[in-house]
């Protein structure tokens, strides 16, 4: 990496608790919703508008996975520049909103604990909370996750 990218990669030192960070966004179309479902999450109520109808959510909904899948993409390409990619240890992730097709979702995130490794120094443990939110900034997802970030003396 070199240029004004590499200048904008976040190392482990960056990342201080209660820094916070802020996604573009995406909207979900319903041919995605549908697509998506089709290949990793096949229920009704993700793939039929009649079926979804009758269902617990009462519409059609995207899957909690493409909701997931979407606040990745995010996070990686507008809202955690860390050195090396985003590259997660483990984590705890909840839906308390559905996603519906023409929903515009983004994400804000911010570092909740930064700990170095005690045997790895080129590296640090950091959690980071992110929401994400629908375009009326109710959150459909919150996720903690832990990740694997180099510490500013590995990059030499």
Do not use: C
């Not at 200048?7 to 996604?23: A, H, N, S």
């Not at 319903?30 to 508008?49: C, G, T, V």
């Not at 995010?74 to 559905?98: F, Y």
Request: hydrophobic share 40%.
């Amino acid at each position: 990496m070199t240029g004004k990218d590499a200048e904008t990669r976040l190392y482990f030192e960056d990342l201080e608790v209660g820094r916070r960070f802020t996604t573009g966004s995406v909207t979900m179309e319903l041919d995605a919703i549908k697509a998506f479902a089709a290949s990793f999450d096949p229920q009704p109520f993700h793939l039929d508008e009649e079926a979804a109808s009758a269902s617990f959510f009462g519409g059609l909904v995207a899957s909690g996975w493409h909701t997931a899948s979407v606040t990745m993409r995010l996070l990686v390409t507008s809202g955690l520049p860390i050195a090396g990619g985003v590259i997660g240890a483990g984590g705890d992730i909840v839906w308390p909103r559905a996603v519906r097709p023409g929903d515009t979702l983004s994400v804000v995130s911010e570092v909740v604990a930064a700990k170095p490794s005690a045997s790895r120094p080129e590296r640090g443990m950091v959690t980071v909370r992110s929401e994400t939110l629908n375009q009326d900034g109710e959150v459909v997802q919150i996720m903690t996750a832990r990740l694997v970030v180099p510490t500013r003396g590995s990059a030499r």
